[in-house]
């Protein structure tokens, strides 16, 4: 086309791309509708060739400069044919009649010329697109300006996924081997997740047009803070909530959703992780600490004597131990847990509360005669139940039961079902009555009050857990749970 000695005038009046652009463009006059796009490469190819990844399509488009704005800017574009409002679609007639006027114009400037003058206006177009001239003095200003910074491109899912997967089975190796986990690595990967995500925040900002406003509102936010950080304009605070529920309601819309929230996730995953394996650590070397302490109290001079003199004494003791004996152990017990206690403390941790096993004891006899009076009374009420089925009546009723459900089986109806139920109900009552005789509930509430009995005589028999329980209405505590705090927020149990 470069060779045809006659005016070549072009129009683009939609989407000029690929080889096709190229072929339109040797033109003397290239001439593009105002909503006009005109580009070699598109958006979305640009993007995978240069960033590997489609989803950088918008940030493309801009680098690329296609509308015709950008493109008379840079002299590729000769002039802009205007619309109506709403685009050329909105009125053929109209943009035709402008089409026709523009041509009109370009062929009357253009048919002046000789052949020779043609070709060297054609010539001369494209070589001054993207010319520069050397030893022209740039202003420092523009000069620093003249390429800006490029904003960070989100990394590969594909690489990210293969990175969290490595981390993952490191972490599951060191739980295998009881090993630490890899803590420089999840570190770098939460710090390279955090900016994965600040990325893809930005791209969905952007996306969904949204970024203009967003870059307002945070110079308004930079002039309103006070010395103290704070926000003192309230409609500034309107603004920037009314600006998040935008963004959150249109957030699922933005092409890079998935991405995001995948990454999202992930950050939740490793964080979690991370935490729970400073938690484990601390855990363990407080145990460790609070076992050790445990061992120095138990290996004082005092302590160990009275315990070695304890263990003479039990063990000259035949049956029973006399309540003296019982006195003496729980003294000692109380001695072990008040030094401990103090060494607690003295690791900073506050012991909150601290209850035996057993809060009542009974003595091996009493709960073995109770747990003979259990398995009689059990037995009586078996015998009571097999009395009660083996009853001519009872035993009648089960007998028309089972004629029933077989008949039901056979052929069901409402009739059926209904006898089947008032069958059953029949028998659970017969059942129910005797266990509920005079003679069962008078030999469970005799058992019931013995019982009682022997814990409230247990529990006078032992004056100390007499002033504990006093002293503790209130402490709502579980009663084998030993819990201890860590400074406001941490507990080991």
């Not at 950080?229 to 603004?239: D, F, R, T």
């Not at 490793?270 to 070397?285: Q, Y």
């Not at 078996?382 to 009395?387: A, E, R, T």
């Amino acid at each position: 086309m470069f060779g045809l000695k006659v005016p070549i005038v072009s129009i683009v009046i939609g989407e000029g791309g690929s080889g096709g652009a190229l072929a339109i463009g040797c033109a003397n006059k290239l001439l593009m509708l105002e909503n006009a796009v005109f580009y070699v490469a598109s958006p979305e190819a640009c993007a995978a060739i240069l960033w590997k990844t489609a989803k950088a399509s918008p940030k493309a488009a801009e680098k690329l400069k296609i509308t015709a704005t950008e493109l008379s800017k840079l002299q590729i574009a000769d002039g802009i044919i205007p619309e109506p409002l709403g685009g050329a679609h909105a009125d053929p007639s109209w943009t035709s009649q402008q089409i026709k006027t523009a041509v009109v114009e370009a062929m009357d400037e253009l048919m002046k010329m000789d052949t020779q003058e043609l070709l060297n206006h054609r010539m001369r177009k494209f070589r001054k697109l993207g010319g520069f001239q050397e030893g022209i003095p740039i202003d420092s200003k523009r000069k620093v300006n003249m390429k800006k910074k490029e904003e960070p491109v989100a990394q590969r899912g594909e690489e990210l996924e293969g990175e969290i997967e490595k981390l993952k089975e490191q972490i599951l190796k060191a739980k295998q081997s009881s090993t630490k986990a890899p803590e420089l690595g999840l570190n770098e990967m939460i710090v390279k997740l955090k900016k994965e995500v600040d990325i893809e925040f930005s791209e969905a900002v952007k996306s969904v047009g949204l970024k203009d406003r967003l870059v307002m509102l945070r110079e308004e936010f930079a002039k309103a803070r006070n010395s103290q950080g704070q926000i003192a304009n309230s409609g500034l605070k309107e603004k920037i909530e009314k600006l998040k529920d935008e963004f959150d309601q249109s957030l699922s819309t933005a092409p890079n959703y998935s991405s995001l929230q995948y990454k999202l996730d992930m950050l939740k995953e490793i964080t979690k992780a991370k935490n729970l394996a400073e938690k484990n650590e601390k855990a363990a070397f407080l145990r460790q600490e609070i076992n050790n302490k445990f061992k120095e109290v138990m290996e004082q001079p005092g302590i160990k004597e009275k315990i070695e003199a304890l263990r003479g004494e039990i063990g000259d003791t035949s049956g029973d131990l006399e309540n003296e004996m019982k006195e003496k152990v729980m003294q000692v017990k109380k001695e072990i847990e008040l030094e401990l206690t103090d060494v607690l403390k003295s690791l900073s941790l506050d012991v909150e509360a601290v209850e035996s096993k057993t809060k009542y004891p009974i003595n091996e006899r009493s709960l073995s005669d109770f747990k003979v009076k259990v398995n009689v009374f059990n037995e009586e009420i078996k015998k009571k139940i097999d009395d009660a089925i083996n009853s001519p009546d009872l035993k009648s009723k089960v007998e028309m039961l089972k004629l029933e459900i077989a008949k039901a089986e056979k052929t069901p109806d409402l009739e059926s079902k209904n006898q089947i139920e008032a069958l059953e109900q029949q028998i659970k009552q017969r059942i129910a009555e005797a266990i509920n005789s005079p003679e069962l509930i008078e030999k469970h509430e005799k058992l019931k009050m013995e019982i009682s009995k022997a814990i409230e005589s247990s529990r006078r028999s032992d004056g100390s857990l007499k002033k504990e329980d006093q002293k503790d209405d209130n402490a709502n505590v579980d009663g084998s749970r030993v819990e201890i705090n860590l400074g406001a927020n941490r507990s080991f149990a």
